[in-house]
Every structure is written in C-alpha cells, then in structure tokens.
C-alpha cells in the first residue's frame, strides 16, 4: 500500500498536476508546450525531414564505403609497388655483387701485370746498371794505363837523362834524323 501511496503523490507533485485551470487550456503552459511539439513533429514529417536525414546518412555510409574501398585498393597498390621496389632493390644488389666481383678480378689481373712491369723494370735497371759498372771499370782500367804509360815514360826520362851522356843524345837526334828522311823519301 506503501507504494501506491507514494506513486500516487508522485503523480500529484507533477507540473501538469500543479499548473493551474483545467489541462486543456491555452493558458496551461504544458498544453502549449504539447502542442508545439505536435506541430514541430508534423512539420518534420511534411518536409520528410527524417527521409532527408535517412538519405544523409545512407549517402555518408556510400561514401565511407566507397572510401574504404578506395583505401584497400591504394593499399593493395602500395602492396605491389612495395613488392616491386623489393625485387629490383634484390636485382641492384645482386648487380652490386656482381660488379664487386668483376672488380676485383681486374685488380687482381692488374696487380699481376704491375708485378710482371715491375719485374721487368727492375731487370732493365739492373742491367742499366751493370752496363755503367762495366763502362766505369773500363774507364778506370783506361786511366790506370794512361797513367802507368805517364808514369813510365816520365820514369825513361828521367833515367834517360841522368845516365844519357851529350855525345850520345847527338848520335841518337842524328839517327832519329837520318830515319825520317829515308821514311819521308
């Protein structure tokens, strides 16, 4: 019983309860209000404001949709071009390799043939070289005589002269002479 009671003073505290004059007045504030928003709905409904609304919404669905759509295309895209860019990104490096490899074959080759041209080169100096030896020692050979001919005939001249008398030094001219003139004649 309690709580019939209580539902009962519930309904007895409410604004429409508590406005004063009967309910269906002008005057009654919560009529007007009821009114209002009967009209406000029946507008609403003239217009086909809740189709308009439904059509807004169905055409952003569309375009969500198509926006996804359209993302899974660009995605899958992506996706290809990736794989693509992976494949030659593979292809270059193997190139790479390749020409690394290449590369050092050649400088291989060509370290052989700088050793090979350095081998000869040195060759060529060593028998540059020995030729020069050669050449000096003749040389030096050559001078030793020069100077030992020198050196004895100074030596002759001198022993020449100490033991060489005037009556001898005449006789010998006079011969030396005489000789000439039977070569010259």
Known sequence: MNKFLTLALAFAASP???????????H???FIVLLAFI???GVLLYFKVPGLIGGMLDQRAEN????????????????????SY??????????????????????AEAAEVAKEELKAAIARRIASAEDQIKSAETAAIK???DTAVSVSIGAAQDL?????????GNKLIDEAISDVESKLH
């Open 16 to 26: 429409a309860v508590a406005a004063s004059g009967p309910f269906f007045s002008l």
């Open 28 to 30: 009654n504030t919560n």
């Open 39 to 41: 009209v406000f709905l």
């Open 64 to 83: 969500i949709s198509a926006e996804l759509e359209e993302a899974r295309s660009l995605r899958e895209e992506a996706q290809t071009i990736l794989a």
């Open 86 to 107: 992976e494949r030659k990104q593979k292809e270059v490096a193997e190139q790479a390799a390749h020409i690394v490899e290449h590369a050092k074959l050649e400088a």
């Open 143 to 145: 001078e030793v005589r």
């Open 160 to 168: 020449i002269a100490k033991n060489m008398t005037a009556a001898e």
